[in-house]
T-cell receptor, first 117, second 109 residues
Framework: GAGVSQTPSNKVTEKGKYVELRCDPI?????LYWYRQSLGQGPEFLIY????????DSGLPNDRFFAVRPEGSVSTLKIQRTERGDSAVYLC???????????????FGEGSRLTVL | DAKTTQPPSMDCAEGRAANLPCNHS???????VYWYRQIHSQGPQYIIH???NNETNEMASLIITEDRKSSTLILPHATLRDTAVYYC??????????FGTGTRLTVIP
């Protein structure tokens, strides 16, 4: 499809394990964002890429969390030594630059639900 | 980033206009007002945005006060499918979005 694609849609893992979540943005979108959402809360910003580089990673909670976007398209969010508190829906979004007729809106994927037992 | 204040929940009768308020008293001159909504188990969806002038699109209207300290999202004829959490966000230029807890709108048959 033409939308943002996230895989896996569901991931169950054990405490202490390593997890990778993948995001395929809309083709041509230069900006890519990761958020996580806990039950009853709004999405919490994690990191924002402009092209291949992280323009703002201030939302990453600690050094167990890392994200890459090596070719400026697909991104992977990596979580080491998972903890039960990492359980959440991880949302990815992409956008075109604001201006030039674009609204700058973020297009979100359906999310990856991570459960850490 | 400017913070926003929204009521936690609202009800609206089906077919009536839904008016969702948002306060953003600390907004600065280069910050846009964005509205997104999130239907249960889906990712957030863009609705509309504005800087100073009122805006309208096929989904909604956005009314921004002259001093820009508050705004109202209007869904002119609410349907059951409009039941969702609505987020009001202020955003400087092309930077990232910071979501609050939003307003849970329930459209009642």
């Amino acid at each position: 499809g033409a939308g943002v694609s996230q895989t896996p849609s569901n991931k169950v893992t054990e405490k202490g394990k390593y997890v990778e979540l993948r995001c395929d943005p809309i083709s041509g979108h230069t900006a890519l964002y990761w958020y996580r959402q806990s039950l009853g809360q709004g999405p919490e910003f994690l990191i924002y890429f402009q092209g291949t580089g992280a323009a703002d990673d201030s939302g990453l909670p600690n050094d167990r969390f890392f994200a890459v976007r090596p070719e400026g398209s697909v991104s992977t969010l990596k979580i080491q030594r998972t903890e039960r508190g990492d359980s959440a829906v991880y949302l990815c979004a992409s956008s075109s630059p604001l201006g030039q007729g674009n609204t700058g809106e973020l297009f979100f994927g359906e999310g990856s639900r991570l459960t850490v037992l | 980033d400017a913070k926003t204040t929204q009521p936690p929940s609202m009800d609206c009768a089906e077919g009536r206009a839904a008016n969702l308020p948002c306060n953003h008293s600390t907004i600065s001159g280069n910050e846009y007002v964005y509205w997104y909504r999130q239907i249960h188990s889906q990712g957030p969806q863009y609705i509309i945005h504005g800087l100073k002038n009122n805006e309208t699109n096929e989904m909604a209207s956005l009314i921004i006060t002259e001093d820009r300290k508050s705004s109202t999202l209007i869904l002119p004829h609410a349907t059951l499918r409009d039941t969702a959490v609505y987020y009001c966000i202020v955003r400087p230029g092309a930077n990232n979005l910071f979501f609050g807890t939003g307003t849970r709108l329930t459209v009642i048959p």
